[in-house]
């Protein structure tokens, strides 16, 4: 049973153009998580979805910033015209149900020049 | 306000010690993580528990809801056990909240 996938695992975007990052939770999994790490700080919640639904989104910025998770394929954190400011690890998790332990990815680690 | 502290920020022990990394935070909680973050960022899940005490090989978590207080417990410490330990309560609602965790430095 392979583990929470994350792609790519380092991303270089200059600043305005979009950043695309992908989660494939492990399998049976339909509970997603997506949690940012700055530069010497802790993980910050961003968003929980499950396939099809964003069930809460209380920590995502409100603009540039959005997440899906379809009912087919990975999800997807997108974000557009990035800003230096986003730099940042990018962690998605997944559980099986909700208010379950969580399973991590390996990060995407997201540089924007 | 949701808050949590986690001490020692920093401990460096020698192997084969006994480490304790405590957890303390401020309102009711439903469960609590306790996470492995390695040098190269890899978070691993170590446990998730809302009463009592939890074992797994040389780890044992406990928490007292009362007190607002859980500890992660390693025995037998290893250079391989260093990392980053984090801590995180799920306060109401459904999401956890992460302290920036305690650094351990295993040596040899």
């Known amino acids: 049973n392979a583990g929470v996938m994350q792609n790519p695992r380092h991303l270089v975007r200059r600043r305005g153009q979009e950043a695309r990052l992908r989660c494939s939770p492990m399998?049976?999994?339909?509970?997603v998580y997506w949690y940012r790490q700055l530069p010497e700080e802790g993980l910050k919640f961003m968003v929980y979805?499950?396939?099809?639904?964003?069930?809460?989104e209380s920590g995502m910025p409100k603009e540039r910033f959005s997440a899906e998770f379809p009912k087919e394929g990975p999800s997807i954190l997108r974000i557009q015209q990035v800003v230096r400011g986003d730099s940042a690890a990018y962690f998605c998790?997944?559980?099986?149900?909700?208010?379950?332990?969580?399973?991590f990815g390996p990060g995407t680690r997201l540089t924007v020049t | 306000k949701n808050e949590v502290e986690q001490s020692p920020q920093n401990l460096t022990a020698q192997e084969g010690e006994f480490i304790t990394i405590n957890c303390s935070y401020s309102?009711?909680?439903?469960?609590l993580h306790w996470l492995q973050q390695h040098p190269g960022g890899g978070i691993v899940s170590l446990f998730m528990?809302?009463?009592g005490k939890k074992k797994h090989g040389r780890l044992i978590a406990t928490i007292n809801i009362q007190e607002k207080h859980s500890s992660l417990h390693i025995t037998a410490s290893h250079p391989r056990d260093s990392a980053v330990y984090i801590c995180?309560?799920?306060?109401?609602?459904?999401?956890?909240?992460f302290g920036t965790g305690t650094s351990l430095t295993v040596i040899p």
């Open positions: 309102v009711g909680i439903s469960a």
């Open positions: 998790a997944s559980s099986p149900y909700d208010r379950n332990e969580q399973y």
């Open positions: 528990l809302s009463s």
């Open positions: 399998k049976g999994h339909s509970h």
């Open positions: 979805l499950q396939k099809e639904n964003i069930i809460d």
């Open positions: 995180a309560p799920r306060f109401t609602g459904n999401q956890f909240y």
